[in-house]
């Protein structure tokens, strides 16, 4: 097969929360394969520092826009983007997401929605707004969704919101690949396993001191057989993958890409 089929180069490429961690280990793959990115993000501040980096001629096939996908126009006004920036849009990488650790027992309603919202209606609503773009562009095109190993195997006690939000991802994925397959868009999911990002820094586990942290994570690595944690750069180069036509005949399966912990 020639390496060709790896290639992303001219595609046009969402990724939503592309501003740190996965989601910008993502973008920059992209833009090293010669994609034509538009980061949407709620914070822009790291991935316009980032743009600011790059030589002349990647700026040029790269932008930034400020979403909040709390917003139900959020998936509209990124095709939008898309259009105006690039013409259309070839692939979507949906990486958006929040990762509260809270029991079930003391978890406010409030709290619990916030995390349906990001992490499974505004990923679907995403999906929905993508396709239609491409089926009127009759291109076909690429979906991946960032699940989680969470979507099949709950790792902590805590993440009941996180983990019904990406088990219904992964569902998502599925269904909706068997909708759209007939137009030529194919829908896949990448399940991570404990990745080093923003996300994953102590200040994100609310409520534990840093000594039950630095326990917690050390239990988790303990449990991981290749005996680290992932890095955003393991996530984007499967994320190229199913970008790419390498994974032409995939659709509706979910990579699983965790070290081996769903072995243990």
């Known amino acids: 097969m020639s390496m060709d089929m790896f290639s992303v180069s001219g595609m046009r490429a969402l990724v939503t929360g592309g501003s740190m961690g996965i989601g910008m280990g993502i973008v ?13 993000d709620r914070v822009t501040e790291p991935a316009t520092k980032y743009i600011k980096s790059l030589a002349s001629t990647q700026r040029q ?44 027992l003391e978890m406010s309603e409030e709290l619990f929605d916030r995390v349906y919202r990001i992490n499974l209606r505004a990923m679907a609503f995403t999906c929905k707004a993508a396709a239609r ?26 993440l009941a919101a996180y983990d019904a939000s990406k088990g219904g991802a992964l569902m998502f994925t599925k269904n909706f690949a ?18 080093n990002t923003e996300g994953t820094t102590p200040a994100s586990m609310a409520g534990m001191s840093a000594e039950e ?22 996530i984007a180069k499967v994320a190229v993958f199913l970008a790419s036509h390498a994974s032409d005949y995939m659709t509706g399966s979910l990579v699983i890409v965790d070290g081996g912990r769903l072995l243990m």
Do not use: C, W
């Open 133 to 158: 773009l491409m089926i009127e562009q009759k291109t076909k095109g690429k979906i991946v969704n960032i699940a989680s190993i969470d979507s099949v195997h709950p790792s902590y006690a805590g």
């Open 61 to 104: 096939n790269i932008s930034v826009i400020e979403v909040d996908l709390l917003n139900d126009s959020a998936p509209g006004a990124m095709m939008k983007s898309m259009i105006d920036h690039y013409g259309g849009i070839d692939v979507l990488v949906n990486n958006a997401g929040i990762y509260p650790m809270s029991p079930m």
């Open 28 to 40: 920059k793959r992209f833009v090293e394969g010669g994609a034509k990115v538009l980061i949407a």
């Open 178 to 195: 068997l909708e759209v397959a007939k137009h030529g868009i194919l829908v896949n999911a990448i399940a991570p396993g404990g990745i």
């Open 213 to 234: 942290r630095d326990k917690m994570m050390r239990a988790f690595v303990s449990q991981i057989p290749v005996g680290r944690m992932g890095t955003p750069d393991d």
